[in-house]
């Protein structure tokens, strides 16, 4: 089984600022796909960032960006230019894909989040 | 707006009853997934149907159930419920196609069950 650790509960950095949330995850496969959600208070799950395992370069997407290690089973996230609306629960998530003949994916293993408060 | 719909948004009920939540996927996505947020347990996998068969199961209860319908669409069933059975339970959908593509799960807006 997959796990998922999240060592930082909560952090807060002024607006504007660059933060970055850690992740690290254990697992025997060797092909799997990881997530950053984002869970603002709305409670929505939001899709922030994906990364696939069998890909050397970093996903970025605008402002987020990842630092994948997979020898150290470490998949970071890094918010540029920080803004009040980054304010939200961060969870980071595991995913295995299925071999079954019409493919599919595993449910997602997710960490116990980070809350980040982003202060004016 | 992920086009994942989830009905209802709230429902509050009585230990030792049954209830039933509903999730609509994507337009197009075939994989539906079930999954429970509660303070004690955080996030947790509860079952993936494919294309109206059950392909996976992570840590649903026996008194839980789900199916999926021709038309897609999924529902949850808890029965006996338990004043820990409180919680948001999210529905998520992905394409679920072959080989190795980009699978990615697209959150509804869950649906919030209180037992008293």
């Known amino acids: 089984a997959q796990t998922v650790t999240q060592s930082q509960p909560e952090m807060s950095v002024q607006e504007a600022e660059t933060v970055t949330l850690s992740c690290t995850y254990d697992?025997?496969?060797?092909?799997?796909?990881l997530f950053w959600y984002k869970q603002p208070p709305s409670r929505q799950m939001i899709l922030v960032i994906r990364?696939?395992?069998?890909?050397?370069q970093n996903a970025t997407e605008n402002r987020f960006s990842v630092n994948f290690q997979k020898a150290a089973k470490s998949f970071s996230l890094k918010i540029s230019d920080s803004q009040l609306g980054d304010t939200a629960m961060y969870f980071c998530?595991?995913?295995?894909?299925?071999?079954?003949?019409?493919?599919?994916?595993?449910?997602?293993?997710f960490g116990k989040g980070t809350h980040l408060i982003i202060q004016p | 707006d992920s086009g994942v719909t989830q009905t209802p948004k709230h429902l509050i009920t009585a230990t030792g009853q049954r209830v039933t939540l509903r999730c609509s996927p994507r337009s197009g996505d075939l994989s539906v997934y079930w999954y429970q947020q509660s303070l004690d347990q955080g996030l947790q996998f509860l079952i993936q149907y494919y294309n109206g068969e059950e392909r996976a199961k992570g840590n649903i209860l026996e008194r839980f159930s789900a199916q999926q319908f021709p038309d897609l669409h999924s529902e949850l069933n808890l029965s006996s419920l338990e004043l820990g059975d409180s919680a948001l339970y999210f529905c998520?959908?992905?394409?679920?196609?072959?080989?190795?593509?980009?699978?990615?799960?697209?959150f509804g807006p869950g649906t919030r069950l209180l037992v008293l």
């Open positions: 998530a595991f995913m295995k894909p299925m071999m079954y003949s019409g493919g599919g994916a595993d449910g997602l293993t």
């Open positions: 697992t025997s496969e060797s092909n799997y796909y």
């Open positions: 990364q696939e395992a069998y890909k050397q």
């Open positions: 998520a959908s992905s394409v679920g196609t072959s080989g190795r593509t980009q699978e990615t799960q697209y």
